[in-house]
């Protein structure tokens, strides 16, 4: 078995920090709070962010799936709204 390491410092492997990464922790500062990597000398942080980089961390849709998140409000009750407001 080939492990690379991406953290000399806690002997993080790249397989463990892309798991984190399906887990949910898209972020450098989210694997070092599940794993520590990147929290001692933060030699490793450039190579984190490149392996989430890479796609190991899943893709959400975004908000409103492409909907305008205000669909319900209405162009005109807006500027009304704003001129009560003045």
Known sequence: ???VYVC?????TEAQ??????DGACTPRQI???CKAGTDCGSC?????AILGRGAC???EPAGQG???LAAVDAVE??????EAA
């Open 45 to 49: 942080v450039r190579r984190i962010q």
């Open 78 to 83: 807006a500027v009304a709204a704003l001129d």
């Open 17 to 22: 920090v892309q798991q984190h990464a399906a």
């Open 32 to 34: 070092a709070s599940a």
């Open 67 to 69: 909907r305008p998140v």
């Open 8 to 12: 000399s410092c806690f002997g993080i």
């Open 1 to 3: 078995m080939n492990r």
């Open 58 to 60: 899943p893709r959400r």
